[in-house]
């Protein structure tokens, strides 16, 4: 398996565009995951999913931030209007059950 | 709230010398603990899982620990390599969720 993909790897924007990001997980993998990483609030959890359904949005800092999977193969984050202050890099991972979590690339995102 | 401490926040080794990173958190009701290695630019790669469970694991040069009671772990780095140079980070997943907690992470470097 090549692992989490996510994409695109890098992405600048301007403030008020939206802004996609996608992941690919494991094969065979029930959990999905996304994290934001930032210089101040290290490594945090957005949102995650069990078998395509959202457990935990909690993390989800606002309205603007959503989350899909509308299949096994495949999920998105979305930005809508993005905001300079959401320039970090977005994580996405994925495990089978309580197991470890193995994590993609990552797609760093720049907002002007 | 659980939260995850790790000390010290960066150590810099010559090569050869044997290390020892510190992770604590605070809620003892954990699931699992987790150590990654995230090099710059690039994705967190999963080192080690220790279960509740358990109280050690090792994988080749690497031993981590896990004191549950005690809400410690400690990674061992036995020989240390220019290789080695990444930060290191700890990760709890606490009992009745998926959310992995991370800490903010130690960077180390190994220095020829």
């Known amino acids: 398996d090549a692992g989490v993909i996510q994409s695109p790897r890098h992405e600048v924007t301007e403030m008020g565009q939206e802004v996609t990001l996608r992941c690919k997980p494991i094969s065979g993998h029930d959990y999905l995951f996304w994290y934001r990483q930032t210089m101040m609030r290290g490594l945090e959890l957005l949102i995650y999913?069990?078998?395509?359904?959202?457990?935990?949005d909690s993390g989800m800092p606002e309205d603007r931030f959503s989350a899909k999977m509308p299949n096994a193969s495949f999920s998105t984050l979305k930005i809508q209007p993005s905001e300079p202050r959401d320039s970090a890099v977005y994580f996405c991972?994925?495990?089978?059950?309580?197991?470890?979590?193995?994590f993609g690339a990552g797609t760093r995102l720049s907002v002007l | 709230k659980q939260e995850v401490t790790q000390i010290p926040a960066a150590l810099s080794v010559p090569e050869g010398e044997n290390l020892v990173l510190n992770c604590s958190f605070t809620?003892?009701?954990?699931?699992?603990l987790q150590w990654f290695r995230q090099d710059p630019g690039k994705g967190l790669t999963s080192l080690l899982l220790i279960q509740s469970s358990q109280r050690e694991q090792t994988s080749g040069r690497l031993n981590a620990s896990l004191d549950k009671s005690s809400g410690r772990s400690t990674l061992y780095i036995a020989a240390s390599q220019p290789g080695d140079s990444a930060t290191y980070l700890c990760?709890?997943?606490?009992?009745?969720?998926?959310?992995?907690?991370f800490g903010a992470g130690t960077r180390l470097a190994v220095h020829p």
């Open positions: 990760a709890v997943l606490s009992g009745g969720y998926n959310k992995l907690i």
């Open positions: 991972a994925s495990s089978f059950a309580q197991a470890i979590q193995y």
């Open positions: 809620d003892s009701a954990i699931y699992n």
């Open positions: 999913f069990n078998n395509n359904v959202p457990i935990d």
